[in-house]
């Protein structure tokens, strides 16, 4: 018995000494980690960055393709493919009616100029568009003034008193009268290029287009068969102010 205890506790230390000195994965795993720590560090830190980035950076915006003026555009050109350019803008930023192709406006007349970059919408072109943003009810009346380089002092949206100068003979002293006051210029003609306006050549000379109301349309229609239409320009502020007397100094 003696002897045989001898012979197996040698081979018993042996398996049991042989089977911990054995590496389990677990080992095999911290030891990779050990040597290649500072690679796995670097791959933390850049997938760290990673999701901090995704985080920060903005959501995709919508965009749409519009039409802008490719150059500076005088009021009441017209609209070749030479002043026109596509441009991509985010959808929050485009104006409402804003045209998205380049054959919808070729053609048409501006109402008032643009720079270049600008959109192009209903409101920039002669027509219905004219009247976007007056109050309910306002009306385009074209006017001819007495002076037409009077014109050329005058842009969309400025706005004006419509003085009727009216006078019985040479020696009799002129009348004047304001048929509306303070209503905004929605067209002129250009200074130059008449003939491709939207009236041809020397028809179009002192001819504007002012917003009025009703009763104001009434006084300006047919105005300048009484008399010599004039412009007095004013601002907002001169609203209140606005009266008869001060367009006494226009005359014939």
Known sequence: MKTLGQQTAPTYQGQYQGAALQPTWRHRIMRLVRRRRRFIAALLLCAATAVAVQQLAPAPVDTVVIVVAARDLAGGAMLGAADL???????????????????????????????????????????????????????????????????????????????????????????????????????????????????????????VVVAATGDQAVKLAGASARGKLFLVLVTPADQSRATTPSAEGVGP
């Open 85 to 207: 350019a596509l441009q991509r803008l985010p959808q929050d930023a485009v104006p409402a009616a804003a045209f998205r192709s380049q054959d919808s406006v070729a053609g048409r007349q501006l109402s008032g100029p643009l720079r270049k970059g600008q959109v192009l919408t209903d409101a920039a072109l002669l027509g219905s568009g004219l009247l976007i943003g007056t109050p309910t009810g306002s009306q385009a009346v074209p006017i001819r003034l007495a002076d037409a380089a009077t014109v050329a002092l005058i842009n969309p949206g400025q706005l004006v008193n419509v003085v009727l100068s009216t006078s019985t003979g040479l020696d009799q002293t002129a009348v004047n009268q304001v048929l509306a006051e303070a209503v905004p210029v929605l067209w002129k003609p250009p200074v130059t290029g008449l003939s491709q306006d939207l009236l041809p050549g020397k028809e179009a000379d002192g001819l």
